[in-house]
């Protein structure tokens, strides 16, 4: 274990180019707090040695990154925001915005795996569950070794989360029926549970449905073919079908009718996780044309002398710089018990926007080589799609944005 | 033998990724704003120490670093791979640059007296002056034994058998305790902190103090007159086969 865990010494000594160029990378530490900086270098250190050198292939390869998500269970990054007195590490949403960037810019798909366990399995778990179901459905899924999945949107209906028609119904002997299908799954293949969104009483509209919590593989639940989807493909994602799935009571999270409100909740919180993993693609993207327009030449120099490079550059560095320090904002507010939903809203709008507008220029940057495998930057441009659509679509963060405004705005 | 004490040492460096730049006056180089981090061979002795612990050989592991307000990070930083306090010799900013091997040796020897460590380990030199002296210096302090460029560390009863990289290849000596060795990349691969660590070690104290308090005089014996890039590396010259450069070779005076 200890050795799985050491940094590989030929990493130690590399001095490939991209690091050279971009090593210097300096966050004030009077920005973040000791513990914070602390936890940032070690994020650094484990995506570059770690993550940094598997990204392609588990890309190519649409491989789940097993290994790797075992070692950041080790580290204690599966389970961050978890309480030390469930065997979590009891770190702050802003350690975890943080972690969430650095291990991103290593590898998007490690990114997703993370957050998903992290903000949408025990982020609802830890703010609802009982004590039995946390130490049932909580403590066993910090390390790494068993992840979890979160089931709000259906074939049906992904923005409109209200209008969920997947039904749970109460059966006289102590069990809910679970009967639907999930759709867009992330971590559908490899949880062992799911925190499920189904209805008791469509006619109450989004205040029928309630939470569960279902363990995985179970009978009656079923998994549609993984998704061949455009970036971050070493994430399984696929239809989870329930067919008379019987679930014990006891797995009810929170109270009956409170799972609209749950779900809402939840995705707050994962909202500055998604603008984490939209950071660190879009600084991997900017690094990846910085160290290129050193290298390559044209009319006789390198292209970062030249102004329409440069533009690109500074355009980059200041979409990027303003989605997080928004997103350390939200961040610090959650962990302050403020109100943040808009933040963190403006947060992954803004840093998901700034994402795929870094992964884009980046292959600008690079010219042909940008449109090749053969460089990170396709990859990241693929990557980087997503965050714009899940955990709330870039359309639904401006409604949420603009609601909170005109409440805070207009008397 | 169970419950020795380790004086680790461990000293902020500029990253070893990082380029370096040359300062306009020419009397040093850039610091300001650019990544700072612990001495790569210091990670190996703190590394190395931990391990120890883990084998219940070490009872207590005191991390010491000489240096600016900053140097609090890197001390954090062994208290989260796993030592047990921490203390800081505080300089004031900007005059890191100044702390040469003869005054840190003083200091460390200093702390031995204070800490009464049964090894101290230290990194065999620290990348920024290459000095590779303090082992040797303090060890000759306190008229201890010393094992430098250690790439294996077996601690036995009261004694230590290191392996020693050098020129020749490897070379086992036994040191009695107490004993200066210091630490070679081989030695062993760093961890990584962990964050349950990391939170462990913002409740690890870290003891202040300045070299005056030590009673010890810092002043630079030696002074830098200048300081200059590398000269540029001029293209090669390819050759068609072995005769050919062979004639170049003594051509150019170097057969």
Not at chain 1, 218 to 235: A, F
Not at chain 2, 123 to 140: E, R, Y
Request: aromatic share 4%; charged share 25%.
């Amino acid at each position: 274990m200890l050795g799985r865990l050491a940094r590989p010494l030929v990493q130690r000594c590399a001095t490939s180019i991209t690091r050279d160029a971009v090593a210097a990378r300096h966050i004030s530490t009077t920005m973040l707090p000791e513990d914070v900086e602390l936890l940032r270098k070690m994020c650094w250190d484990f995506a570059e040695n770690e993550l940094k050198p598997i990204a392609g292939q588990i890309d190519k390869e649409h491989k789940y990154p097993l290994e790797q998500v075992h070692m950041m269970g080790e580290l204690g990054l599966m389970g961050m925001v978890a309480p030390e007195e469930l065997g979590g590490a009891g770190m702050s949403y802003l350690a975890y915005a943080v972690a969430m960037e650095e291990i991103s810019r290593g590898c998007a798909t490690a990114g997703v795996i993370l957050s998903v366990n992290n903000s949408l399995y025990l982020g609802p778990l830890l703010a609802n569950g009982n004590q039995e179901q946390l130490e049932k459905w909580v403590s066993p899924f910090l390390d790494g070794q068993h992840v979890g999945c979160f089931c709000l949107s259906e074939p049906g209906n992904g923005s409109d989360a209200g209008a969920a028609s997947t039904t749970a119904k109460h059966t006289g002997d102590g069990h809910y029926e679970l009967n639907g299908a999930k759709a867009w799954i992330t971590n559908g293949y490899e949880s062992e549970a799911a925190v499920v969104f189904a209805t008791t009483d469509k006619s109450l509209k989004h205040k029928g449905i309630s939470a569960f919590v279902v363990p995985k593989p179970h009978e009656g639940i079923s998994l549609g073919k993984k998704e061949d989807k455009l970036g971050i493909k070493g994430s399984s994602t696929c239809v989870v079908n329930f067919d008379n799935c019987m679930i014990d009571e006891a797995n009810l999270l929170g109270k009956a009718g409170d799972g609209f409100k749950i779900a809402m909740r939840t995705l707050d919180a994962g909202r500055i996780g998604v603008a984490g993993q939209a950071l660190g693609i879009a600084q991997a993207s900017l690094e990846c044309a910085v160290a290129y327009s050193q290298q390559r030449k044209a009319f006789g120099k390198p292209i970062s002398t030249m102004q329409t490079i440069q533009s690109k550059l500074a355009d980059m560095e200041c979409k990027i710089w303003g989605a997080r320090l928004i997103n350390w904002h939200a961040a610090n507010l959650k962990d302050n018990g403020h109100p943040f939903s808009k933040e963190a809203a403006m947060a992954k709008l803004v840093a998901s926007e700034a994402a795929t507008y870094c992964a884009h220029q980046a292959i600008q940057v690079l010219g042909g080589m940008g449109y090749v495998s053969d460089m990170p930057a396709e990859r990241h441009y693929r990557d980087a799609r997503i965050t714009e659509i899940y955990e709330g679509t870039s359309e639904i963060q401006r409604l949420v944005i603009a609601g909170n405004l005109l409440k805070e705005m207009v008397q | 033998m169970s419950g020795l004490r380790v004086l680790v040492g461990c000293k902020r460096v500029i990253d070893y990724a990082v380029k370096i730049r040359v300062r306009p006056d020419g009397l040093g180089v850039v610091t300001d704003g650019v990544k700072h981090s612990m001495n790569p061979f210091d990670e190996n002795a703190i590394e190395e120490a931990v391990r120890l612990k883990q084998k219940k050989v070490v009872k207590e592991i005191v991390v010491a670093s000489c240096g600016p307000a900053q140097s609090q990070e890197t001390i954090r930083t062994a208290l989260a791979m796993g030592a047990d306090r921490g203390i800081h010799v505080e300089l004031p900013a900007g005059t890191e640059a100044d702390l040469q091997p003869l005054a840190v040796a003083k200091i460390f020897a200093k702390l031995v007296e204070k800490e009464k460590p049964d090894m101290v380990i230290l990194g065999k030199q620290a990348i920024d002056d290459d000095a590779n002296q303090t082992t040797q210096l303090l060890a000759g302090m306190l008229d201890w034994p010393q094992g430098t460029m250690a790439s294996v560390v077996d601690v036995g009863d009261g004694n230590v058998t290191i392996t020693r990289e050098i020129d020749g290849g490897l070379e086992d000596i036994s040191v009695s305790l107490p004993a200066v060795v210091s630490a070679d990349l081989r030695l062993n691969e760093p961890r990584y902190a962990t964050l349950p660590n990391i939170m462990k070690a913002k409740k690890k104290k870290i003891a202040k103090m300045n070299p005056g308090d030590l009673g010890v005089d810092i002043a630079p014996r030696l002074k830098v007159l200048n300081v200059v890039d590398p000269p540029v590396r001029e293209a090669g010259e390819k050759v068609p086969d072995v005769s050919t450069l062979m004639d170049k070779l003594k051509e150019k005076g170097h057969l």
